[in-house]
């Protein structure tokens, strides 16, 4: 039998068991067990109907979500539609059932939004573009450079201050935010026979670039210097391919999963919008839950946000190397033509005060929300933003490795070696004081690259100075901040008396094991 006919016959084994699961189990069950992979197996495919069955019988409670896209896209696209289900049902202990309504069924994007408000299906994704409209102060994500890259956007929505400022109004909307998925930033994306490579804003000049209903993604091309044509989603592709628009900005994972591959020639990563996602519960709904099963869809969603920022990576580089495949060229920026593409559009420009102050209700706030994106809290996730990612799909950034030190008896993971101080978001110098000895020696501190934000970056300046030498005597320290456009607020850690190990117990998490391990080698 030939290799085509061989898939063939799979082919229609597998859509005669999914057909099969569907009218016995529904379509979640059949939906399950395509994505699990035991379609081919008519014993596997019953036995994942059967449990699938079994946890609807005995569940309390049944939350139907609705998604755009289909339950494999997660190898490029890190939706999370199985996990969050999986998450759910076991940490409700079984009282919740998730009924996936996945591939668009019950629609797309600003549709799903309204089901949920009115309460026609419980939860479901959409873009928080698509949730703007519902929800206006969430546009504040695409003010550009505020939290384009990925680390800053997580910061942002995980701050205390978001939660605080901006979930209440979300909440007065009748929404209650579960998590928010991080994509990748958007790119500029343009189109076989099109304009070429964009690396400068310059490149832009003329160029229809399709945009979505957002005006703030609108204003933020034209002042890039290119020519803004709303499109809707569903009629892009048409539309590209036709050179009614010769451009686009989703990421790189939403260019592959909608089939742009084959009609694109050039991506460049100029990170200033998110393309993000979020998932959302009818409020009522939620509120009418019990205190145990709230708690537990609140923790599943906690805990499929971590799965999905430790998939990011992976599922990007597998959507280059498939657009690679179609011979789409990928291009990445250095820090000083980011900085063009920041001073040509930049929410620094007063273009922008009048959808800070709208939104945020006054630039007093705005300012809180610019100093939670810059501020790490206890959330990581990997940025596509440096030179490298467009041959591998990983920027540089400081490579962490184990090294021994030398009284420590122990392994710790340090940077490779110092990084220049013009490498620093937030350039600090000074000079230290041996207080043993009097001696005084300038420094500089080790910095990562704007996109890379390790959660230490702005105490571990100040911290390298402060070790405790040898002879046990501390050191003081005087240092002075200054910072570049766009970066958060400067630390001064004036005359600062702080041993390391004192400064050590002002860190948290990794930063701390990295501050005590290796002040012995400071």
Not at 350 to 377: H, I, N, Q, R
Request: proline share 6%; glycine share 10%; with cysteine.
């Amino acid at each position: 039998m030939s290799d085509e006919k061989i898939r063939a016959e799979i082919a229609s084994v597998e859509r005669r068991n999914f057909f099969k699961l569907a009218g016995a189990g529904g379509f979640t069950a059949a939906a399950v067990a395509a994505a699990s992979g035991t379609l081919l197996s008519s014993k596997a495919s019953a036995q994942t109907a059967k449990e699938e069955a079994m946890r609807k019988r005995t569940a309390k409670h049944v939350m139907t979500v609705g998604t755009a896209y289909v339950l494999t896209a997660d190898r490029s696209y890190p939706i999370m539609q199985l996990d969050f289900k999986e998450n759910v049902q076991n940490a409700t202990n079984g009282k919740v059932y998730v009924k996936l309504a996945a591939g668009g069924q019950l629609g797309v994007g600003s549709a799903l939004a309204q089901k949920v408000q009115g309460g026609t299906i419980q939860a479901a994704q959409h873009s928080l573009s698509n949730f703007a409209p519902f929800a206006p102060v969430i546009d504040l994500i695409n003010l550009p450079y505020l939290c384009g890259a990925n680390q800053r956007f997580v910061n942002l929505v995980t701050s205390e201050h978001w939660r605080k400022t901006v979930h209440p109004k979300v909440e007065a909307r009748g929404f209650k935010p579960l998590y928010y998925v991080v994509i990748d930033p958007r790119v500029v994306a343009v189109r076989k026979g099109g304009a070429g490579a964009v690396i400068s804003p310059a490149d832009l000049k003329g160029v229809k670039f399709r945009v979505p209903g957002s005006k703030m993604l609108q204003q933020y091309y034209r002042l890039v210097g290119a020519n803004p044509t709303p499109v809707a989603w569903g009629e892009t592709p048409s539309a590209i391919k036709q050179g009614v628009a010769d451009a686009l900005d989703p990421a790189v994972g939403a260019l592959f999963v909608f089939g742009f591959k084959d009609i694109l020639s050039h991506v460049t990563f100029t990170q200033a919008v998110p393309d993000s996602q979020v998932y959302s519960c009818n409020l009522e709904w939620f509120n009418g839950l019990s205190g145990d099963v709230k708690d537990g869809i609140d923790f599943a969603a906690e805990v499929t946000s971590q799965q999905n920022l430790a998939k990011v990576p992976a599922a990007r580089a597998y959507a280059m190397a498939e657009l690679r495949r179609s011979g789409v060229e990928f291009h990445s920026l250095t820090k000083a033509q980011l900085a063009k593409w920041q001073e040509a559009g930049g929410y620094q420009r007063p273009e922008w005060d009048g959808f800070k102050t709208k939104f945020a209700g006054s630039m007093e706030s705005f300012e809180k929300l610019v100093e939670a994106a810059g501020t790490p809290g206890r959330h990581y996730v990997h940025d596509a933003c440096a030179a490298g990612a467009a041959r591998r799909g990983f920027p540089p950034g400081p490579r962490l490795g184990p090294r021994r030190l030398s009284g420590g008896g122990g392994l710790a993971a340090l940077p490779a070696g110092p990084r220049p101080l013009a490498a620093c978001r937030t350039a600090e110098a000074g000079t230290c004081s041996d207080r043993s000895t009097g001696t005084s020696s300038a420094w500089r501190c080790w910095c990562s690259t704007p996109c890379w934000s390790p959660p230490w970056r702005s105490r571990w300046c100040a911290a390298r100075c402060s070790p405790i030498p040898r002879s046990g005597a501390r050191r003081s320290c005087a240092t002075r901040s200054s910072t570049s456009p766009g970066s958060a607020p400067p630390r001064r850690y004036a005359s600062a008396r702080i041993s390391a190990s004192t400064c050590c117990s002002t860190m948290s998490g990794r930063a701390s094991r990295r501050c005590s391990t290796s002040s012995a080698t400071w």
